[in-house]
């Protein structure tokens, strides 16, 4: 088996063991996880099912933005951010404007992740962003976080108060599962074997059987299990969060990330998604070995959705910690997906008119989510013809996040409803430099240069579309296109 670092063409045999039962902490699937992260980059939000929306769209951004502002007020200024896992950049941009906004002085800021290409994405985002410096560290958290400390202060010699910042990351770090029976302790082995497929460019860790075993342990006899009740020891983040805690110019850490939740993580180690390995975080347990590791842990008031935040701070700051449940609590993101899911429904049984209101019941309770702003615009455009409103909304989109390819083709769609292809293949184009593999914009490409007609143009556009990705509906569209197009050029020629 390659090493996670030098991945390369290579098939499986079907049912072959790639790893040999382990430890679970100890296992090679955590490796792979970093190696599929350093080869996807941000490929693996753009074409990937990896979900990022909850803390890019700007409601995270916001809440974060508000803290560091009370804490701003109540003399405890953050001059330092540093945020593990940046993704495509997107929520340190929105938080450098939402502090520049306040009227707060710029921190400087420190991008860590285990993928130069994602780091890389990070640094073009915040290009314009208003920061007093922007630097970026490839550091692989899951071997390599004794090097935090050193790391930190190097890039940051000036810094005297920082908040580091986890938007789900965390929970992809090695953990441990124990169980103690019948007086014996006991821990979690992982095997893995192939599925039988082409490890190509990165790793499809969905591809992989995983089975999983209990084995007795003489390790970690020092934490408290009760018989019968497995524990989850999230040894990677609490190795992490220890080496940041050696660093006094560390003063808070604010953690997002999701919980296991009600389903059997025991018997199911981790849920995967699109390649990466994302086992979630058992918070109750967490939390108490936070404590013992010296951290002090603020919750936030009532359950988020899609979102558990903890505040970790080096004593008791009852005004910054009152502020971070307030925030945090995520009230109004809440109401705003229980009302869009209730519009979606509308949507579907076709009550329209409905669905507007809900729609707009679910703006008025989150006006900071861009996201929820596109799902809207979309709406707007494909059900309603509303396309005036639908340029308003998209203008919001872009400017919170300019570089959503699907708000670029929504504004290309504004442009063919008034009659205007020229511009709307302008969007269009934009959108395939952000997402050129989706046949889709391939499509819309296509019917701009039959609008212009651009017989030549609008083949070539279909024939890039029939070699991209997209659904049986997406391509038998092209090939339905590339017909008439063809029938229409052969008879205009003879």
Known sequence: MPKAGELSSWLLEKDQVLEPFRPLEQSRIWDLNAAYW?????????????????????????????????????????????EFGPGLGLFARLLARRLSDAGLSPPAYLGIDVSPALLKCTKERLADAPLESV???????????????????????????????????????????????????????????????????????????????????????????????????????LQVLSQLHSCKEVQAVLINDYPVGERD?????????????????????????????????????GAAHQITSRFLTRGTLGPLTASFSEHFSFEAASDAHRLSASARQYVHNGSNAAAMSAYLAALDAEPNSWSLKLEVAGFLARHMNRWDDTRRLVAMVLEDNPFSSEAMVL??????????????????????????????????????????????????AISQGLTAEGDSAIMDRLLALQQEVSWEHRRAHG
């Open 38 to 82: 350093a080869k996807r980059g941000a490929a693996a939000f753009e074409e990937d099912c990896v979900p990022y929306l909850a803390t890019s769209d700007g409601t995270l951004s916001k809440a974060t933005a508000d803290l560091m502002v009370f804490a701003h007020r109540s003399g405890m200024t953050f001059d330092a951010v540093v």
């Open 135 to 237: 630097q970026t560290r490839v550091i692989d958290l899951a071997r390599a976080a004794e090097t935090l400390p050193g790391q930190v202060a190097e890039a940051l010699p000036h810094a005297e108060r920082i908040l580091c910042i986890f938007n789900y990351v965390l929970d992809s770090l090695p953990q441990s599962q124990l169980r103690l029976k019948d007086g014996r302790l006991e821990h979690r082995e992982i095997e893995m074997r192939s599925d039988g497929v082409a490890f190509d460019d990165c790793v499809p860790n969905r591809d992989l059987i995983l089975r999983t075993r209990w084995a007795p342990t003489a390790k970690h006899s020092q934490i408290d299990i009760s018989e019968g009740a497995p524990r989850t020891v999230a040894v990677g983040a």
């Open 265 to 301: 993580h025991v018997a199911e180690p981790f849920e995967r998604f699109g390649g990466s390995v994302a086992a979630g975080l058992d918070f109750t347990d967490f939390e108490t070995q936070l404590s013992e590791a010296a951290w002090c842990v603020s919750t936030p008031d």
């Open 411 to 460: 504004a290309g769609d504004c442009r063919m409803a008034l009659d205007a292809p020229k511009k709307a293949l302008g969007h269009y184009k934009t959108a395939l430099a952000m997402s050129a593999r989706k046949a889709s914009i391939w499509l819309k490409c296509a019917q701009a240069h039959r609008a212009l007609d651009r017989a030549d143009e609008t083949l070539a």
